[in-house]
């Protein structure tokens, strides 16, 4: 795999955690109900949490000697994952982000296949670490949910 596969794919992700981001912001404001607490507070760790990841993924790019991504238009251009869509109740939210992280493993594994391929280990170490705390979230998400 060539480096600029890895950097591709790691721009997706850029993408996707900054999509993430924003919807967990929303999620944060607008979640009402009898788990209000609860969630406030889980959603307002986990975008803390992706800003984190934000920073490093972008970091690590440009350390490979790539270019990240850093417009509205390329997130929402390159990301996976949908934006909210306003309205959702606190299970829709848990619900939509529970499916963000499954589908976010599933990316999470690609590049670090394509990292360990192009012999980066410490790209593969940032984004198995990234993957684990996502299949944790998941966890918890589907926990909540009664999955």
Do not use: C
């Amino acid at each position: 795999m060539s480096k600029e596969n890895l950097i591709k794919d790691m721009n997706k992700q850029l993408a996707n955690w900054n999509v993430l981001n924003t919807k967990l912001h929303h999620y944060h404001w607008y979640v009402k109900g009898p788990d209000f607490f609860t969630l406030h507070e889980k959603f307002e760790e986990i975008y803390n949490e992706a800003a984190g990841y934000i920073d490093e993924i972008a970091e690590r790019i440009l350390t490979i000697g790539g270019e990240p991504v850093s417009t509205l238009r390329d997130y929402l251009n390159l990301s996976t994952l949908d934006e909210a869509t306003g309205g959702e109740s606190a299970n829709d939210m848990v619900a939509a982000l529970s499916q963000d992280f499954t589908n976010l493993t599933s990316e999470l594994n690609t590049v670090i296949e394509v990292a360990e391929e192009s012999n980066d280990h410490p790209t593969a170490d940032l984004f198995i670490g990234i993957k684990a705390s996502v299949e944790k979230h998941n966890w918890m998400l589907k926990a909540y949910l009664g999955k």
